[in-house]
């Protein structure tokens, strides 16, 4: 006989939740409260063992999505499946979310989603911090389609990795992760010094106004 092709069922993962649902729900309450100084080293193993507990579920589902979970300002646990900007993961994760249940204090989310408008946005960094009010960009036209360039207010020949990696990130939280992924065809970070250097006449805009800009070039 031979053997199925058929995709796991989200299923997997919800029966798992639901058994386990009353420790997760302390769990992410306890995260959001707790202090390094408040909390013991025993009921971090128990956290740990918790959201390790969730990560193999998910797996078990689909082994290229994560967990990325917080508690919002309405005191609800958003619990968000994202595929790291894996494309071809994108429907497993609509998928799992279109089977979510209903459950008082707990909002799911299929992939990272989008930011508000003019919502100041900072990514930290063990190597330091990014706001978005530190970068500039420009959307331009590319031979694959949309181009996106973000320009850091540095005098350095170019970006460090790190300085790079967190405008990426900067850029997936305003714009949301399936439409940076899907509609970005070329991303790049530069510092000013080399935006000057290129003396190309490209207007350059604050970075809380890209999805005014980005909704407005794909509005047909």
């Given at each position: 006989?031979?053997?199925?092709?058929?995709?796991?069922?989200?299923?997997?993962?919800?029966?798992?939740?639901?058994?386990?649902?009353?420790?997760?729900?302390?769990?992410?309450?306890?995260?959001?409260?707790?202090?390094?100084?408040?909390?013991?080293?025993?009921?971090?193993?128990?956290?740990?063992?918790?959201?390790?507990?969730?990560?193999?579920?998910?797996?078990?589902?689909?082994?290229?999505?994560?967990?990325?979970?917080?508690?919002?300002?309405?005191?609800?646990?958003?619990?968000?499946?994202?595929?790291?900007?894996?494309?071809?993961?994108?429907?497993?994760?609509?998928?799992?979310?279109?089977?979510?249940?209903?459950?008082?204090?707990?909002?799911?989310?299929?992939?990272?989603?989008?930011?508000?408008r003019d919502q100041?946005?900072?990514?930290?960094?063990?190597?330091?911090?990014?706001?978005?009010?530190?970068?500039?960009?420009?959307?331009?036209?590319?031979?694959?389609?949309?181009?996106?360039?973000?320009?850091?207010?540095?005098?350095?020949?170019?970006?460090s990795e790190e300085?790079?990696?967190?405008?990426?990130?900067?850029?997936?939280?305003?714009?949301?992760?399936?439409?940076?992924?899907?509609?970005?065809?070329?991303?790049?970070?530069?510092?000013?010094?080399?935006?000057?250097?290129?003396?190309?006449?490209?207007?350059?805009?604050?970075?809380?106004?890209?999805?005014?800009?980005?909704d407005s070039r794909?509005?047909?």
């Amino acid at each position: 006989m031979s053997k199925s092709n058929k995709s796991p069922s989200p299923s997997i993962f919800w029966n798992w939740f639901e058994e386990n649902r009353e420790n997760l729900t302390t769990t992410f309450c306890d995260i959001a409260k707790l202090t390094a100084s408040e909390a013991s080293a025993t009921r971090y193993e128990e956290i740990n063992s918790t959201m390790n507990g969730l990560m193999e579920a998910l797996h078990e589902y689909d082994k290229r999505l994560f967990p990325y979970a917080g508690l919002n300002e309405e005191a609800v646990i958003d619990l968000i499946f994202t595929a790291e900007g894996n494309v071809e993961a994108f429907p497993a994760a609509h998928a799992l979310k279109a089977e979510a249940p209903e459950i008082d204090g707990w909002r799911f989310i299929a992939l990272k989603p989008r930011a508000s408008r003019d919502q100041m946005i900072k990514i930290r960094t063990p190597d330091g911090d990014m706001a978005s009010d530190m970068v500039q960009y420009a959307l331009i036209e590319v031979t694959e389609g949309t181009g996106l360039i973000m320009v850091i207010k540095s005098n350095e020949k170019e970006p460090s990795e790190e300085e790079a990696f967190m405008c990426a990130n900067l850029a997936e939280t305003i714009l949301g992760e399936e439409d940076f992924a899907s509609k970005i065809d070329a991303f790049q970070v530069i510092t000013f010094r080399q935006f000057f250097e290129l003396n190309n006449g490209l207007e350059l805009k604050k970075l809380p106004t890209l999805l005014d800009s980005f909704d407005s070039r794909f509005a047909n």
